[in-house]
């Protein structure tokens, strides 16, 4: 079975502009999550998903972050208007109910100039 | 909410050196996962394992959840072996999952040839 699958694996944008990232769970994972990590802060829970739903958005970091799960398959994160700051990578991750582990995808790597 | 503590942070060895890395946390835990970031930047699961010991080849786990530790034993080290290790758990929420993990700060290991 392929695993969590993520793209673009490299996003190199403007500051202003906008940027989507994508992310295809593991078939038959009911969960899925959005990770960010950076040097200073390290792994960070962004948000995350049950049957679609947003469950927890606290760690979101402000309103330009936006998620979106429009099916069991697919989901989004949405950055609008990106800054600097918001250089990192962008991990997605998803389980099944019933098993405690986490299967992550490659990342994509955010950079904002 | 529940404190991750890696430890060493760095650490360096020869290959064939045995190493052991140590997770401490501060709250009981239903999920304890440990992560190998490789230089890639992909996470890979290494072990699930809430309590008890795991083997896998020349790694394995120990968790002891009445003192709130796990460990990690990486034997015959190989070069392959270098990258970040990082423990993750879930606090332990009287029995219900969220799923959401909080990470350490993470060991990075090197193996010299």
């Known amino acids: 079975d392929a695993g969590v699958i993520q793209s673009p694996r490299h996003e190199v944008t403007e500051m202003g502009q906008e940027v989507t990232l994508r992310c295809k769970p593991i078939?038959?994972?009911?969960?899925l999550f959005w990770y960010r990590q950076t040097m200073m802060r390290g792994l960070e829970l962004l948000i995350y998903f049950n049957n679609n739903v947003p469950i927890d958005d606290s760690g979101m970091p402000e309103d330009r972050f936006s998620a979106k799960m429009p099916n069991a398959s697919f989901s989004t994160l949405k950055i609008q208007p990106s800054e600097p700051r918001d250089s990192a990578v962008y991990f997605c991750?998803?389980?099944?109910?019933?098993?405690?582990?986490?299967?992550f995808g490659p990342g994509t790597r955010l950079t904002v100039t | 909410g529940i404190q991750v503590e890696q430890s060493p942070p760095d650490l360096i060895l020869q290959e064939g050196a045995n190493s052991t890395l140590r997770c401490n946390f501060s709250d009981s835990v239903n999920n304890l996962q440990w992560f190998h970031q490789n230089p890639w930047g992909q996470l890979i699961n290494l072990f699930y394992i809430p309590s008890g010991t795991k083997q896998n080849g020349r790694l394995s786990a120990t968790t002891v959840a009445t003192e709130r530790y796990s460990l990690l034993y990486i034997s015959s080290s190989q070069t392959t072996d270098s990258g970040v290790y990082f423990c993750?758990?879930?606090?332990?929420?009287?029995?219900?999952?969220?799923?959401?993990?909080?990470f350490g700060q993470g060991t990075i290991l090197t193996v010299h040839p």
């Open positions: 078939s038959g994972h009911d969960y």
């Open positions: 991750a998803s389980r099944r109910t019933g098993a405690y582990e986490q299967y």
């Open positions: 993750a758990v879930e606090h332990d929420a009287g029995g219900t999952s969220y799923g959401k993990l909080t």
